[in-house]
């Protein structure tokens, strides 16, 4: 009995795993909106009624997908990052593995384009919270009980900080000079994270 249930959960985990593989697979190459849910079984090789029962609908396994680009992406910048490094230099680094990691088109697409259109703001940002912004305004809040960043609520400045690299990843992406794009935007960026120091 315990044999069996175990190999039932192991073909569930299998299966919800396939499922989440093809969503980012095919939502990265044609967009939420150039996918069905055909395409999304046959890739994963599971039955519709398989899709239905883990997610619901195609926008629950986005919403899934979404949040499976998230933690990896954060744990990338996690690995990125030197922790000690000073406030300033770690923001940089932290930004420059944000827009290395937006040059996947399964980044750029599932979380910057499709994530708000398809799941709203609201949604979205409830998906994102745990992961990058939550990293952001961590960060952020040692910095200010250590006395390195001016005393400025962290949320609302994590909200902030995240804008500016969501923007500065899509600017970059639109640019007709990518390479030129990216290097001015760090230049600008830089002094707004620097007028963050507590003097």
């Known amino acids: ?5 175990r190999t039932q959960a192991d073909r569930t ?11 980012r697979r095919l939502f990265a190459e044609h967009g939420f909106a150039g996918v069905g849910t055909e395409a999304i079984v046959r890739d994963a090789a599971v039955s519709r009624g398989a899709l ?14 979404l949040a499976d680009v998230e933690g990896e992406v954060t744990t990338q ?8 490094a000073d406030f300033v230099t770690l923001m940089m680094a932290s930004l420059r593995a944000w827009l290395d990691a ?9 979380v910057l384009i499709d994530g708000p259109s398809v799941l709203g ?13 939550g990293l952001i305004e961590h960060v952020l809040a040692q910095g200010m009980r250590d006395g390195t960043l001016s005393p400025l609520p962290a949320r609302p400045l994590a909200h902030l ?27 600008t960026i830089r002094p707004l994270v620097e007028a963050l120091i507590h003097h």
């Open 1 to 5: 009995m315990q044999i069996s249930r």
């Open 13 to 23: 985990a299998a299966t919800r795993t396939a499922l989440i593989a093809a969503g």
């Open 52 to 65: 239905y029962h883990h997610f619901g609908d195609k926008t629950e396994l986005f919403a899934a997908v």
């Open 77 to 84: 910048l996690a690995a990125a990052v030197d922790a000690e």
């Open 102 to 110: 937006c040059q996947r088109p399964e980044v750029r697409r599932i």
């Open 121 to 133: 703001w609201a949604r979205w940002r409830d998906i994102c919270q745990p992961h990058i912004l």
């Open 161 to 187: 900080l995240l804008a500016v690299a969501d923007e500065a990843a899509l600017y970059i992406s639109a640019a007709p000079d990518p390479t030129a794009a990216r290097q001015d935007m760090e230049t």
